[in-house]
């Protein structure tokens, strides 16, 4: 059964970069039916899709991040991650991976999630 | 971006209730509608992918429905562990969005 586990720091200080890895397990990241996704939810907030990258390396991001969030996969280690520059107190926030529908019919559902990482904003 | 509000935010529901959440996009998104259940310390689970389409291992009491720009969840005969927070989420268009989310708590 394909599981998604995030890992990365806890706590990053402001204006530094945020890292974080997905690495997935009981299935290959090179699937041609999938892309694999990030997701965040602030404190007490709602879901925020972050971006979207498929294992060719197409991404696709979201606007409102002002270019600050980078995505690469790595198919040797069968990982994806996230790089988020600049990051302020708002950057903190509940960090999913998601395994992302892309079938032309269902494209973009996040059917397989990670257990999520709090990751935290402060100095 | 593709704005998606939910209604209500928040319910209050008995065991053994029928509950629906509604979902209203910006503008059509045909059937790229998707619904989760969240709940406090657990990753988000997909119940609804395209509208109506219930995902696998997710029980036949979650149902969704609509087009176009209206939506709805509906779950009947409510148990113990449904009480949680529903999202749903638009992927007509880059940026994806989520609505607001709607609780549904313990009458």
């Known amino acids: 059964q394909l599981q998604l586990q995030e890992s990365g720091p806890g706590l990053v200080k402001p204006s530094e970069t945020l890292s974080l890895t997905c690495t997935v397990s009981?299935?290959?990241?090179?699937?041609?039916?999938?892309?694999w996704g990030w997701v965040r939810q602030p404190p007490g907030k709602g879901l925020e899709w972050i971006g979207n990258?498929?294992?060719?390396?197409?991404?696709y991001y979201n606007p409102s991040l002002k270019s600050r969030a980078t995505t690469s996969v790595d198919t040797s280690k069968n990982q994806f991650s996230l790089r988020l520059t600049s990051v302020t107190a708002a950057d903190t926030a509940i960090y999913y991976c998601?395994?992302?529908?892309?079938?032309?019919?269902?494209?973009?559902?996040?059917?397989?999630w990670g257990q999520g990482t709090l990751v935290t904003v402060s100095s | 971006d593709i704005q998606m509000t939910q209604s209500p935010s928040s319910l209050s529901a008995s065991v053994g209730d029928r509950v629906t959440i509604t979902c209203r996009a910006s503008q059509s998104i045909t059937t790229f509608l998707h619904w989760y259940q969240a709940r406090p310390g657990k990753a988000p689970k997909l119940l609804i992918y395209v509208g109506s389409t219930l995902q696998s291992g997710i029980p036949s009491r979650f149902s969704g429905s609509g087009s176009g720009t209206d939506f709805t969840l509906t779950i009947s005969n409510v148990q113990p562990e449904d009480f949680a927070t529903y999202y749903c989420q638009q992927s007509y268009s880059v940026p994806y969005t989520f609505g607001q989310g709607t609780k549904v708590e313990i009458k």
């Open positions: 009981g299935g290959s990241i090179s699937s041609r039916s999938h892309y």
């Open positions: 990258i498929y294992y060719s390396g197409a991404t």
């Open positions: 998601a395994r992302v529908t892309s079938a032309i019919t269902t494209q973009g559902a996040f059917d397989i």
